[in-house]
């Protein structure tokens, strides 16, 4: 059984009287900056001048600075940007504000589990993962609930750090749901592999695969639409509350049989044996050397890709029918 924190667990005492840099105020960043403070701890936030973000920072009460000027301030400094631009703000603005005993949190391991990032020895490292999107951390957390999270320490210099990272998911509520003890390693390659094979990926693809196959039979696109993406939601939802068992006993007994029955011949063994193979280039490092050459090439080959994928067919029709479903637009 995994190892699990709960708010009896944390004291948040032990981040009274520091200052906590969260640098980036995307939808992690903010939905984090505004529970930490809630919970009554000192926060600064760094942020681009002049953003969307920046701006938003700013309607929020905060008084955003760049990220150097956060990291000489902070004693906790949480880097929330996107994993591609980490490496370059930590090197430039973040390690020459390091002093010791500070801590550096995170709450994805990439950069960390690939050594982009490597942090001197007199540092803490740890990570706080909540299991849910910035909007919902925050939503649970002004309801008095809180989004489970993973903690990972991968350093422990003052041999606090542990500590300290269940004293910052218990500011960002996460500790009220519980937290799940965990490593960088375990959390990175799990997570790319979810992504890859199963949530992005692999369902996309299979969408994809869904409305092609019903297209190519002369079936309208319109209604092939609504049953391989629209519906998706409904079974997803009803997974994620009762688990496939129950999601099982909530459809017809004609879905059930035919995905008991059927199931396996879309995900076959050849699918299952390639799941390996992509697991193998996470854990290799071959993924993540392919994905920082992208990024240092100008992303070549991810700007063809995301070109191609948005003149699949079930792009412009997808817009056209979402327009009928008022309660879907933002």
Same mark, same amino acid.
């Given at each position: 059984m995994a190892e699990m924190y709960f708010d009896k667990d944390a004291d948040l005492g032990i981040l009274k009287g520091k200052t906590i +840099?969260?640098?980036?105020?995307? =939808? $992690?960043?903010?939905? $984090?900056?505004l529970c930490l403070r809630d919970s009554g701890l000192e926060v600064q936030v760094a942020e681009l001048e002049g953003t969307p973000n920046w701006k938003k920072a700013v309607e929020d009460g905060f008084k955003p600075a760049s990220a150097a000027e956060?990291?000489?301030? *902070?004693?906790?400094?949480?880097?929330?940007?996107?994993? #591609?631009?980490?490496?370059?703000?930590?090197?430039?603005?973040?390690?020459?504000?390091?002093?010791?005993?500070?801590?550096?949190? /995170? *709450? #994805?391991?990439?950069?960390?589990?690939?050594? $982009?990032?490597?942090?001197?020895?007199t540092v803490d490292v /740890?990570?706080?993962? &909540?299991? +849910?999107?910035g909007a919902l951390v925050r939503e649970m957390y002004e309801q008095g609930k809180g989004v489970p999270a993973l903690l990972a320490v991968h350093q422990d210099y003052t041999g606090k750090a542990k500590n300290l990272g269940m004293a910052y998911a218990k500011g960002i509520g996460a500790t009220r749901a519980g937290l799940i003890m965990t490593t960088f390693k375990e959390e990175t390659e799990t997570d790319l592999f979810g992504e890859q094979t199963v949530l992005c990926g692999g369902v996309t693809e299979l969408i994809k695969a869904g409305f092609d196959t019903l297209i190519e039979a002369g079936y309208q696109p319109e209604i092939a639409y609504y049953e391989v993406l629209h519906e998706l939601k409904l079974i997803t939802d009803l997974i994620q509350a009762h688990g496939i068992?129950?999601?099982?006993?909530?459809? *017809?007994?004609?879905?059930?049989?035919?995905?008991? !029955?059927? +199931?396996?011949?879309?995900?076959?063994?050849? !699918?299952?044996?390639?799941?390996?193979?992509?697991? *193998?280039?996470? $854990? !290799?490092?071959?993924?993540?050397?392919?994905?920082?050459?992208?990024?240092?090439?100008?992303r070549p080959i991810f700007r063809a890709l995301e070109?191609?994928?948005? @003149?699949? &067919?079930?792009? @412009? =029709?997808?817009a056209r029918l979402r327009e009928m479903m008022p309660w879907m637009k933002e």
């Open positions: +840099g969260i640098v980036g105020y995307g =939808i $992690q960043g903010r939905a $984090q900056a956060v990291a000489k301030a *902070s004693q906790v400094i949480q880097i929330l940007t996107q994993d #591609h631009v980490q490496a370059l703000i930590y090197k430039n603005d973040i390690v020459p504000h390091l002093e010791k005993g500070d801590a550096l949190g /995170f *709450s #994805h391991g990439f950069n960390i589990h690939f050594n $982009q990032i490597v942090p001197p020895e /740890f990570m706080v993962a &909540p299991k +849910g999107p068992r129950g999601m099982r006993k909530r459809v *017809s007994d004609t879905a059930e049989f035919g995905d008991m !029955t059927r +199931g396996k011949r879309i995900i076959t063994e050849e !699918t299952r044996e390639e799941m390996w193979s992509i697991l *193998s280039e996470i $854990q !290799t490092g071959e993924f993540a050397q392919e994905w920082i050459l992208e990024n240092m090439t100008g070109k191609a994928e948005a @003149e699949h &067919p079930i792009e @412009e =029709i997808g």
